[in-house]
């Protein structure tokens, strides 16, 4: 199949793509994941493009993945530390990013512990009438949209690595476990689950899964068996204890009986069943060491060389405004 036309200059949200968009996105990560593994690793397609990481709050995955992706694709990159930045003198984020803008930016990575930010910086750069693409790394507890991208991708290529595409996900069970309530991944993976025409689930404490999200298509319990249940795929979330304003569990050794993935407790899915996690992992406490370390069962490894895939793929997208005709082959 060949990819659609790319039409998006910002990648803020996963609420408004369509299954063609996903399909686009897996089609040119699985053209970008060719070309890591030649002995070769790099292409000119973004060469004096300049790509600005601009990360508010600490990453290493993602910081790390979006720099390489970069670097892969031929761009120059220029990384922010917040740390030794004018913002400890009191500039505003917007005027970081429109340093960035006229040092020549044509494209701008925003992670930030508020959600909004990326898209005020992306209203701002359009109000300027520039043409820098804004690119949303996590804001918040709004949305993740690169990594629930790789997550997509990750699991369309364990259904069929010749040509992963959204579709193969139709009516199959995905499992979510863990702090629903804080977690940016989650609400990005719904709207490409509920697009690609997955069945999702979600289980954790009442404390961290409130009813609304059905409103996403999803369906809730609040306690781990009925989620498992005939799954295809369980993915579980770390809980973020850095943006918990209350005490929401008992402890972590409690959550970890309750709702920590381990082996016995996928006997109840599909045999064929596999494990994700979007890192950092907190071994013993969302997901048991044995099982994370097991290359049968845990695709959480595949996650992280997939993302470096799926982010190139973003950043030529909106790099190359849409010009799919420079795709790399094979």
Known sequence: MTPTSWTRRHVLSLADFTLAELDTVMQTANRFQSVLQRRTKKVPTLQARLVSNLFFEPSTRTRNSFELAAKRLSADVLNFAPATSALSKGETILDTAKTFLAMG???????????????????????????????????????????????????????????????????KKVAIVGDILHSRVVRSNLYSLGVSGAVVHLAAPPTLLPREFEAYGATVHWALQPALQEADFVMTLRLQKERMSQHLIPSLRE???????????LQVCQPHVKVLHPGPVNRGVEISSDLMDDPDLSLITDQVTSGVAVRMALLYLMGSGGNLAGLPVG
């Open 105 to 171: 930016a044509d494209l701008m990575v925003i992670r930030h512990q508020q959600s909004g930010v990326p898209q005020r910086i992306a209203a701002e750069m359009d109000r300027l009438g520039g043409q820098v693409g804004i690119l949303n790394a996590g804001d918040g507890c709004h949305e993740h949209p690169s990594q629930a991208l790789l997550d997509l991708f990750t699991l369309c290529n364990v259904l069929d690595s010749e040509a992963p595409t959204p579709t193969l996900l139709t009516g």
């Open 255 to 265: 959550y970890f009986q309750q709702f920590g993935i381990t082996r016995d407790r």
